[in-house]
């Protein structure tokens, strides 16, 4: 019994010391716990989650660290693998150390692309197709700002009428549009007339139609008709109309004006004041106050400039001048190289004075006038070949027979005055040459005085028509 008393003790004894040494190990930890806890470093982050568009500028979630309350933000190392405008998810690495302890910690940033592509489509997004036609795609564009060219990305669904284009980014961003479909012939058929819509046919002569083209945008061998006569033995003007209808009923017409004139007007004692190579900003307006000013009208052989002295020869002729042509280029050597080359260079002036005035105009004046020599440097025989070839087209061509010398660079008022009223002559008409190109002031400081001069001797001031006399140099090539 004594034994089993003595073990009970024993028993008690050891019971007691396990308790106090788990109580001295768990005051332990928790110490060691605690100590830890204050000495290791923590970090705080504002956005653990930060997101950009591309073309954004990328900021690094800020961040604050302390221990034992202390603040060490001093001593974080920031490391980041982040690509500005490079779509994608990247990490941010806070680390900082104290004492025998380290912390690191991530923030996600994200950049993304959230600007849908866009998809441009050629032409109109109302087309209309020829009824027995098939559309053919008139084509398109997709572009992105971030992916770039995504053109041969889009997707293109027909749906009767209406054809869908879709297009999708690297992001998924997507775009759509479309584009109606009519499948109608809402054309008019177009006629163009071969020659002049304006013909000058002297009396008694025979009219021959120089004919015309005709194309429509659906069908093919399309009829005109055309309507009225020309009375070639009695002066006065007569209409042609020329119409096309297509089988869609699309329906236009033209009309050509066809003017009988009686024997040329007598040119004795008439001044016909001619100025070639204009307009001009600095002379020509000024010529035409002058004038406008003495009630008399001129005659303008224009040649091509910049579409900015277009309003000049609109001028000329809304007061009442003839607006003729003289060149487009004024390039002797093109000009003079081929019969092909002239007629070229005469039809763009001619095109451009109708574009501006509404009105085609068949009388004209060579460069160099018809007895110029300079053209057998570049093809012998070639003003003989022309002077009958422009009559032969219906043009009405002008030389002169009083020349002002300001083309030779004569620049005197007073010399130029002279050289006009000596050559002046009540016996003939008289075809006065004068040039109203840049800065030629000679010649308008002296207009005035010439006009006055002309109406004190009893001449008349008219501009060139298609009945006035023509006046021809001998062609010297």
């Keep these: 019994m004594k034994e089993i008393k003595k073990k009970k003790i024993k028993i008690k004894k050891k019971k007691k010391f396990y308790t106090l040494a788990t109580i001295v190990l768990l005051i332990s930890m928790v110490f060691t716990f605690c100590f830890c806890y204050l000495l290791t470093p923590k970090i705080e982050i504002e ?116 054809i869908y284009y879709k297009v999708e980014d690297s992001s998924h961003n997507t775009f759509v549009t479309s584009r109606n479909v009519y499948y109608e012939d809402n054309e008019k058929p177009v006629i163009t007339l071969k020659g002049s819509n304006k013909i000058y046919l002297y009396l008694n002569n025979t009219y021959q139609e120089p004919g015309f083209d005709v194309k429509d945008n659906c069908d093919k061998n399309i009829e005109v008709k055309v309507s009225g006569t020309v009375n070639a033995k009695k002066v006065g003007t007569y209409k042609i109309t020329y119409t096309a209808t297509d089988n869609s009923n699309n329906t236009s017409s033209v009309e050509r004006y066809v003017e009988v004139i009686s024997n040329q007007e007598s040119g004795k004692g008439i001044i016909y004041l001619t100025f070639d190579d204009g307009p001009s900003n600095s002379i020509t307006p000024k010529i035409l106050e002058i004038l406008k000013k003495k009630g008399i009208y001129a005659t303008f052989f224009v040649i091509n400039h910049d579409d900015s002295l277009n309003y000049l020869i609109k001028r000329e002729y809304t007061e009442g001048h003839s607006v003729a042509l003289h060149s487009y280029t004024h390039n002797y050597q093109y000009i003079y190289s081929s019969v092909d080359n002239y007629f070229s260079d005469l039809n763009k002036i001619r095109d451009k004075v109708y574009k501006i005035t509404g009105e085609y105009t068949n009388i004209i004046r060579f460069p160099g006038g018809g007895s110029n020599t300079i053209s057998k440097k570049y093809q012998p025989g070639i003003m003989s070949q022309l002077t009958s070839d422009v009559s032969n087209k219906g043009f009405h061509y002008f030389d002169w027979n009083v020349d002002c010398e300001d083309g030779a660079g004569v620049r005197d008022p007073n010399r130029i005055y002279q050289n006009v009223i000596g050559s002046l002559s009540k016996s003939r008409e008289n075809v006065v040459l004068m040039h109203d190109f840049e800065n030629n002031y000679g010649t308008l400081n002296a207009l005035e005085n010439i006009i006055d001069y002309g109406i004190q001797n009893g001449y008349q001031f008219r501009k060139i028509t298609m009945n006035t006399e023509e006046v021809h140099h001998r062609p010297n090539n």
């Design 47 to 162: 956005k653990k989650k930060a997101t950009f568009n591309y073309d954004e500028k990328v900021t690094i979630p800020k961040y604050h660290a302390y221990a034992m309350n202390k603040e060490i933000d001093k001593k974080v190392k920031v490391k980041s693998d982040v690509k500005e405008h490079e779509v994608g998810n990247y990490f941010v690495h806070y680390q900082v150390k104290y004492s025998f302890f380290s912390v690191e910690k991530l923030a996600l940033i994200k950049i993304v692309d959230k600007k849908k592509p866009e998809i441009i489509l050629k032409g109109s997004k109302d087309v209309y197709v020829c009824p027995s036609e098939e559309y053919e795609e008139i084509g398109f564009s997709a572009k992105d700002e971030y992916d770039g060219d995504l053109t041969d990305k889009v997707l293109i669904k027909n749906d009767k009428d209406k």
